[in-house]
């Protein structure tokens, strides 16, 4: 997969946003095959952890959050779903699993319903090892402080503002990877 020109061809005509795009994917990238270099027993895909960590977060094109360029007509909690349209459109539905499974820790039934998230009442939890490392490593770095990777605390106080479930589930993967 050309991630690359896939990535040109959704974001065109606006370079300040791909810029954003590239630059937190790429961290998010680095960060995921650090882990698989870490963990050779758990036998991750690593050329498949670069293209979808890559991708995770194409959606956002389509979101509307000023602040970080996007000026689209979406919520910004529904970057993932709309990632994974994309992706499944250009034929990577694995890379389309990834991008709707990233979001906070994932995201069960009960948390999009409990928090009227306007998202499907579905679970959006990631279920493969190498969604569960992108999930993992991009819970390290956001797109408004760019050259910045948040310490294990500060990525854990993040997830936790959104509740205990995701915490959870973030200290689960803690415990694999790092």
């Given at each position: 997969m050309n991630y690359k020109l896939i990535i040109d061809r959704y974001y065109k005509d606006n370079d300040e946003l791909k810029d954003i795009l590239l630059r937190h994917s790429k961290a998010v990238a680095d960060k995921a095959l650090a882990i698989a270099d870490a963990h050779p027993e758990l036998q991750l895909d690593r050329q498949f952890?670069?293209?979808a960590?890559?991708?995770?977060?194409?959606?956002?094109?389509?979101?509307?959050a000023p602040d970080i360029k996007c000026f689209g007509t979406e919520p910004y909690i529904r970057h993932g779903l709309l990632g994974a349209e994309i992706m499944r459109a250009e034929g990577f539905p694995l890379h389309a699993r990834v991008c709707e499974r990233h979001t906070g820790a994932g995201l069960s039934l009960k948390e999009i319903e409990e928090q009227a998230l306007p998202l499907p009442h579905i679970d959006l939890l990631p279920e493969t090892l190498e969604e569960k490392?992108?999930?993992y490593a991009d819970k390290f770095f956001s797109k408004t402080k760019l050259d910045r990777e948040k310490t294990l605390e500060q990525a854990e106080r993040s997830v936790a503002k959104h509740g205990g479930e995701g915490l959870q589930r973030f200290k689960e993967m803690e415990q694999m990877f790092e």
């Open positions: 952890l670069l293209e960590a890559m991708v995770h977060d194409i959606g956002i094109i389509k979101t509307n490392v992108i999930c």
